[in-house]
C-alpha cells in the first residue's frame, strides 16, 4: 500500500453571512404567515391536551403511593408447599438450614409466593416467638433492595464475636438478621424481609398463620418501612 | 479508454457527484496508532449486527414456559422459557449457533471496550473541543444507549444470570421518586418478571429500536468528523487549519480493511475458542433461585458495585419510604456520570477560558488539569466497577464481603483525591522534562555541505491533496513523510 503523506486544508468555520441569510430566509417566510398567535395558540393547546390524555393511562398504569407493586397470596390456613407441590413438613426443616418454599396453588415465579423457611434454636429468636413453632421461621425470598432472591444463609457457631445467624442475598450483600425478624445489619437494604407467620398442623405441615408482615419485594416511594 | 473510465462517466452523467467523489478519495486521515479505537468499534457493531441476525432466524422472544427434551442432558426435564430453550438450542443444535452466539457476545464486550477507550483518548487529547463538541455529546449518548442494548442482549436469554439482572433493572426502575412504581408497571406490564409483553418489548427494543437509534447516530458522527475532518497531533507542517496524513486511496482506505478483517477474525476466534456466557450452566431463571459468585458483563460492574457500595440510607417520612436505596447507586450515580461526560466541554471552556476553534491534540501532560480531572473522574467509576468481583475475592482469598464493602466505601471517596494529585504531579513532572534544552528540537535541519561546512535547509512543504488531484503517480504528489515528530 501507497504511503503517500497529502496535506488537506481544513473547512472554513468563521462567521459567514451564509449564516445571516439562512436566519434572514427563515425569518422572511415566516412573516408571510398571518395570525401567528392563533397558530401558536393552537399548537399550545393541543399540546396540553395530548399531555392530558396521557394522564389517564398513565394514573392507571400500576400502583401508586401506597399500593403493592407485589400482590402476597399470604393469608390465615395457606399451606407451604416445595418446588414439586408437596406440602412441607416441620421435620423437613434441619436446624440449621433453609428449605424454600411456596404459597400452595400459586404460581412459583409469582414474587410473592417464595419463601425461605429457616430454623434456629428457639431459645434465640428474640422477636416474634409465636410466629415461630420450634425455631421455624419463614421469610419472603424476595430481597428488600433490588428483588433478588436471598438464598444464603449464614449460620455460625457463635463462638467468639462470630455473628448471628443472618440470610445474605448474594446480589449486593444485604444481610438480614433472623433473630430479629430479619432485620438488615449489614449492606444496602432498607427493609426487614417481611415475615410470615407460621403454625405446624396436626399432621405435622407447616400453614401460614396468618398475612405477610409487610410489603414483598423492592421499594417504591410509599412502600411502608416495616419492623423487624 | 479504460473501462474503469466508462464507469465513472456513466455514473457522473446520472449523479453528477464525481467532484464529491474526487474529495473523498483524496480525503485525508491523519495518521496515529490512537486512532483507530473508533474504527473498531464500529468494526465491532458491524459484526454484531450480522451475528445478530443470524441469531434472531432461532430465537423465540417468549416466555411461555415448557418443558426441555433437548440434547443436553443435564437439563432435561427442566420446566424454562421458550426464550432460554431456544438459546439452549442455538448453543447446542443450530449449526454454527454456539460460534455465532458466542461471537455475538464477544463482540459486544470488545464493543463497549473500544467505546470506553476511543472515549479516553478523545478526553485526555481533548479532542472534544470546539468545533467538535457535538460529535462529543453524539458519542456519549451512543456510549448510553450501547451500554443499555448489551443490558438488553444479555437479558433476552432469560438464564439464571440474565434473570438477576433484569430483577434488579426492575428495582432500579421501582426505585425513582413518585413515579418508579407506575414507570416499573409501565415497561414490565404490572409485576415482575411480565410475562410475554415484557418479552415482546425487549426483544424488538434489542433487535430493532436501539440497534436503528444507534445506526442513525453513528452515521451523524462520522458525518460530524467528514465535515470538520479529523484533528491531529502537532508535528512538523501541521496548524490548526490543515490536515496530513494518508489519503483515503489508495492508503488510508485499504488499512482500515485489513483493521476491519483484523477485528473479525480476533472476535470470531473469540467466539471460537473462548468460552463466554455458558448459559446450560447457569439454567433457566426463576425469581426464587439465586447463584453466588455471578458476574455481570463487565460494563454493568460499575453499577453493581454502586448498588453494593452505597451504605443502608432510605430517607423516609413517618416509617414510608421516599427514596428507595436502588436509586443511589443505580439511578443517581450514572445519572451523574453520563450528565458529568455531558458537562465536560463546557466546564473545560469554563476552566481554561479558552473558546478558541482546536484541531491540534492535546498530549495529556500539556493539559495538567484536565488529565488529573480525567484520572479522578475514571478513578471514581472504576472503584465500584472492582467492588463487584468481591464475590471472587471472598471465594478465592477469603476475605469477607463485610471488610470487602466497607474498604471499598472508604476507597470510593479516597482514591479519586490520590489519582488526581499523582496525575497532576506526573503530567507537570513530564511537562517540565519537555521544557529541557536538550529535548528542544532544532530550528531547522541541518546538511553538510561538499565543502565541510553546515547549512540550514527548511524543510519541504508538503503537496496538498487538492492540488494532487488528477495528477496521480506523477510523483509530485509523493513525499517522504515527515521524520521527526518532536513537537517541541
Known amino acids: 500500500v501507497a504511503q503517500d503523506t497529502l496535506i488537506e486544508e481544513r473547512p472554513n468555520l468563521e462567521p459567514s453571512p451564509d449564516a445571516e441569510e439562512v436566519a434572514e430566509i427563515v425569518e422572511r417566510g415566516g412573516a408571510g404567515i398571518t395570525r401567528k398567535r392563533m397558530l401558536a395558540t393552537s399548537a399550545g393547546a393541543a399540546g396540553v391536551a395530548l399531555g392530558a390524555a396521557f394522564i389517564v393511562p398513565a394514573a392507571s398504569l400500576g400502583p401508586w403511593v401506597g399500593d403493592a407493586t407485589v400482590q402476597s397470596p399470604w393469608r390465615r390456613g395457606r399451606r407451604l408447599v416445595d418446588e414439586q407441590g408437596t406440602p412441607v413438613p416441620a421435620s423437613a426443616v434441619a436446624m440449621g438450614g433453609f428449605v424454600t418454599a411456596f404459597a400452595e396453588g400459586v404460581?412459583?415465579?409469582?414474587?410473592?409466593?417464595?419463601?425461605i423457611v429457616v430454623r434456629i434454636d428457639p431459645a434465640s429468636v428474640a422477636v416474634r416467638r409465636d410466629w415461630a413453632p420450634q425455631g421455624i421461621m419463614a421469610y419472603s425470598k424476595i430481597c428488600t433492595h433490588a428483588g433478588c432472591a436471598v438464598a444464603m444463609m449464614r449460620y455460625p457457631l457463635f463462638s467468639g464475636n462470630a455473628p448471628g445467624p443472618a440470610l445474605v442475598c448474594p446480589c449486593h450483600y444485604s444481610t438480614f438478621d433472623i433473630t430479629h425478624g430479619a432485620r438488615v445489619v449489614f449492606g444496602p437494604?432498607?427493609?426487614?424481609?417481611?415475615?410470615?407467620?407460621?403454625?405446624?398442623?396436626?399432621?405435622?405441615?407447616?400453614v401460614a398463620d396468618g398475612p405477610l408482615s409487610g410489603d414483598v419485594g423492592p421499594s417504591w416511594t410509599g412502600v411502608d418501612r416495616g419492623s423487624a | 479508454m479504460s473501462k474503469l473510465v466508462k464507469v465513472t462517466r456513466v455514473a457522473q452523467e446520472r449523479t453528477g457527484q464525481a467532484g464529491l467523489a474526487k474529495t473523498l478519495l483524496r480525503y485525508v486521515f491523519p495518521d496515529h496508532w490512537s486512532f483507530l479505537w473508533g474504527e473498531i468499534a464500529l468494526y465491532c457493531f458491524i459484526v454484531l449486527v450480522i451475528t445478530g441476525t443470524y441469531l434472531t432466524l432461532f430465537f423465540h422472544p417468549s416466555y411461555d414456559q415448557v418443558v426441555y427434551h433437548g440434547s443436553y442432558a443435564p437439563l432435561r426435564g427442566h420446566t424454562m422459557s421458550q426464550a432460554y430453550k431456544s438459546v439452549v438450542d442455538i448453543s447446542f443444535s443450530v449449526k454454527a449457533g454456539l460460534l455465532v452466539r458466542q461471537t455475538h457476545h464477544w463482540a459486544a464486550d470488545v464493543f463497549m471496550a473500544a467505546i470506553v477507550v476511543h472515549m479516553m483518548r478523545i478526553f485526555f487529547t481533548g479532542a472534544y473541543r470546539k468545533p467538535r463538541?457535538?460529535?462529543w455529546y453524539l458519542g456519549v449518548t451512543m456510549f448510553t444507549v450501547a451500554m443499555l442494548e448489551g443490558y438488553m442482549g444479555y437479558s433476552l436469554v432469560d438464564d439464571l444470570l440474565s434473570g438477576m439482572g433484569l430483577v434488579i433493572g426492575w428495582a432500579v426502575a421501582l426505585s425513582i421518586p413518585l413515579i418508579g412504581a407506575p414507570l416499573a408497571s409501565l415497561i414490565w406490564n404490572g409485576e415482575f418478571p411480565g410475562g410475554n409483553d415484557f418479552w415482546s418489548r425487549l426483544y424488538i427494543a434489542h433487535v430493532f429500536i436501539v440497534p436503528l437509534l444507534l445506526f442513525a447516530l453513528i452515521g451523524a458522527h462520522l458525518l460530524f468528523i467528514m465535515l470538520l475532518r479529523h484533528t491531529q497531533f502537532p508535528g512538523p507542517g501541521r496548524t490548526e487549519r490543515n490536515v496530513v496524513g494518508s489519503?483515503?486511496?489508495?492508503?488510508?482506505a485499504l488499512r482500515s480493511l485489513g483493521l476491519f478483517c483484523a477485528v473479525v477474525g480476533v472476535l470470531f476466534l473469540l467466539g471460537g475458542l473462548v468460552q463466554i456466557n455458558p448459559i446450560w450452566l447457569w439454567g433457566p431463571y426463576h425469581t426464587y433461585a439465586a447463584e453466588n459468585g455471578a458476574q455481570p458483563d463487565w460494563y454493568v460492574g460499575w453499577l453493581i458495585g454502586a448498588l453494593?457500595?452505597?451504605?443502608?440510607?432510605?430517607?423516609s417520612i413517618d416509617g414510608v419510604t421516599i427514596v428507595p436505596n436502588p436509586f443511589w447507586g443505580g439511578v443517581?450515580?450514572?445519572?451523574?456520570?453520563?450528565g458529568f461526560l455531558?458537562?465536560?466541554?463546557?466546564?473545560?471552556?469554563?476552566?481554561?477560558?479558552d473558546r478558541r476553534?482546536?484541531?491540534?491534540?492535546?498530549?495529556?501532560?500539556d493539559a495538567p488539569w484536565r488529565t488529573a480531572a480525567g484520572a479522578a473522574f475514571a478513578t471514581w467509576v472504576a472503584t465500584p466497577f472492582f467492588e463487584t468481583a468481591g464475590d471472587r475475592l471472598f471465594v478465592q482469598f477469603d476475605i469477607p464481603y463485610t471488610a470487602q464493602v466497607e474498604v471499598f466505601r472508604a476507597l470510593w471517596v479516597i482514591a479519586p483525591v490520590i489519582a488526581f494529585v499523582v496525575a497532576l504531579r506526573v503530567c507537570k513532572a513530564l511537562a517540565a522534562s519537555d521544557r529541557h534544552p536538550l529535548r528542544q528540537a532544532p530550528p531547522a535541519h541541518l546538511r553538510r555541505t561538499a565543502s565541510g561546512g553546515f547549512e540550514m535547509v527548511e524543510p519541504a512543504p508538503l503537496p496538498s491533496a487538492t492540488e494532487s488531484n488528477g495528477k496521480l503517480d506523477n510523483g509530485a504528489a509523493r513525499v517522504a513523510p515527515p521524520g521527526n515528530y518532536e513537537t517541541r
Open chain 2, 332 to 338: 443517581l450515580f450514572p445519572t451523574v456520570v453520563i
Open chain 1, 189 to 206: 437494604a432498607g427493609r426487614p424481609l417481611p415475615q410470615l407467620p407460621l403454625q405446624i398442623d396436626a399432621s405435622g405441615y407447616l
Open chain 2, 308 to 315: 453494593r457500595s452505597m451504605p443502608n440510607f432510605e430517607p
Open chain 2, 133 to 135: 463538541e457535538v460529535n
Open chain 2, 342 to 353: 455531558y458537562a465536560w466541554p463546557t466546564i473545560d471552556r469554563w476552566v481554561s477560558g
Open chain 2, 357 to 365: 476553534r482546536h484541531d491540534l491534540l492535546d498530549r495529556p501532560r
Open chain 1, 107 to 115: 404460581d412459583k415465579e409469582a414474587l410473592g409466593s417464595s419463601l
Open chain 2, 247 to 252: 489519503a483515503m486511496w489508495p492508503t488510508y
